[in-house]
C-alpha cells in the first residue's frame, strides 16, 4: 500500500529539512560553503543564508562544532491533496552547537538558545528542498 500524495509530502518536506540542518551541521566543522549536501537540501534564500554565514565563518577563520536538535513539524500543505510546498515550524536548538576559533578555543562563553524558525520547502525537479527559513532570536521557544 502506497502514501497518500500528502502523507509522502510531508515526509519527505521533514527529510529535507532535516537534511539540510544535518549539511550544514557537517559543512560548518571546515566552514564550507561550497558542500555538496547543502545544494541536495537548499536552494533560493536557505541556500543562500546558509552559504553567507558559512562564508563569513571561513573569512574570520571559525568553525562551529557540537550538536544542533531539531524537532520540526509540517503545519501546512500546498495545494493539500498532492503538495508541491510546505510549512514547517521548528523549535532549533542550537545551545551545544559553538563557534570555535582556529585555535580551538570558543569564540565567546555565549551559550546558544531555542530558537522559533519557520520554514518554506518545495518540491522541486530534484526533490524537496528548503527554499527559505527565518531563524528567530534565541528564547522564542
Known sequence: MSLAPSATGERDALAAYRGMWQAFQEAAKSSDPEAPDLRKYASEQALKLISGSLYADRSNEQVTKGE???DPKVTALKPTDVPTEA????CVNDEKWLKYKAS???VNDVPGGKHRTTATVKRTTDGWKVASFILREKGTC
Open 104 to 106: 580551538g578555543e570558543l
Open 68 to 70: 544542533l536538535l531539531t
Open 87 to 90: 510549512t514547517i515550524v521548528d
